[in-house]
């Protein structure tokens, strides 16, 4: 491939939202610091960011957020400990997230929206094209999607927004896309956006999920941005701009994701991403499933 652009380093983490819908586990605890199986579920998300090759992690946080550094720095306490038992299976694990990447935070401060969260990363970003990953979205690492849309905006110099087909009546809670036909398989042009519209006003049945690869043209964009949707800052209007006029910062493209999806911030899709990754580990899958096939065909 023929490199094109400035090489993507810097992935950005919006982590600042409340987690209400998984109260009371979130009232002291982030929701992003949930466990999926052994792992809390941002755990996935920046192994997700460095496998593409983005190295460099800012991270939107809040209040109440301070686990979040806590977990990606060193515990020297604790790794003194497991070196005096010996126990270099659980040092690896607990050494692990501290070497993942070299990690930044910063405070949204008041709750404005994605958007917001966005514009926040703007000095540590500066004019370079950037990674957006939502936490709440955990991707199968068997399913290289973040890898495949800094290739595109490697090439195209614009921005790639990742989308997923859903049913009519599930496009309201997402932005939604209208799209054209490219030559290359799985690649729409995005020419709109619409935050979360009803299925009758809906331009298609392509909803973008919490992936994106963005061109920084978008900084100038958020901050001429006003309100929208429940008086918040939303990413998608600013996107819906660079959509409609590629002068501003190139082509919008979206790739359309049929790959293995984990919607943590629902509590259904959260137990069901832990079953699933659970029956697929080496260590726990066989006695796992086991149990659960005895589980379904005695107990319900």
């Not at 960011?49 to 800012?58: C, E, I, N, P, T």
């Not at 990606?72 to 604790?78: G, H, M, P, V």
């Not at 595109?152 to 989308?163: D, E, F, K, P, S």
Request: charged letters at 30%.
């Amino acid at each position: 491939m023929t490199q094109l652009h400035p090489v993507i380093k810097k992935a950005v983490i919006p982590a600042a939202g409340l987690g209400t819908r998984f109260l009371p586990a979130t009232k002291a605890t982030p929701k992003e610091m949930l466990p999926v199986v052994d792992k809390p579920a941002i755990q996935y998300v920046v192994e997700e960011a460095v496998s593409a090759g983005l190295d460099d992690v800012l991270m939107i946080t809040g209040r109440n957020k301070r686990a979040l550094e806590d977990h990606f720095d060193r515990n020297y306490e604790l790794e003194s400990a497991l070196i005096a038992k010996g126990d270099d299976d659980r040092l690896k694990k607990v050494q692990e997230s501290s070497d993942l990447a070299t990690m930044h935070y910063v405070r949204q401060g008041d709750p404005r929206g994605l958007g917001h969260a966005v514009l926040c990363a703007e000095p540590h970003v500066g004019d370079e094209p950037f990674a957006v990953l939502l936490g709440d979205d955990l991707i199968d690492p068997r399913d290289p999607l973040l890898r495949q849309m800094v290739d595109i905006q490697q090439r195209t110099g614009g921005t790639v927004v990742a989308l997923m087909e859903v049913e009519p009546a599930q496009v309201h809670l997402y932005g939604c896309a209208a799209v054209e036909r490219t030559e290359e398989d799985g690649v729409v042009r995005v020419t709109g956006l619409v935050e979360k519209p009803d299925a009758v006003d809906a331009p298609s049945n392509f909803a973008v999920i919490g992936r994106y690869v963005l061109n920084p043209a978008i900084f100038g964009i958020l901050r001429e941005t006003e309100p929208g949707r429940g008086g918040e800052i939303q990413l998608t209007d600013a996107l819906q701009k660079l959509a409609a006029d590629e002068t501003i910062g190139g082509p919008v493209h979206g790739v359309v994701f049929r790959g293995r999806r984990y919607d943590t911030g629902d509590r259904g899709d959260y137990l069901r991403a832990i079953v699933r990754l659970a029956c697929e580990r080496e260590d726990l899958g066989p006695e796992f499933r086991t149990w659960l096939r005895r589980f379904v065909t005695e107990e319900m």
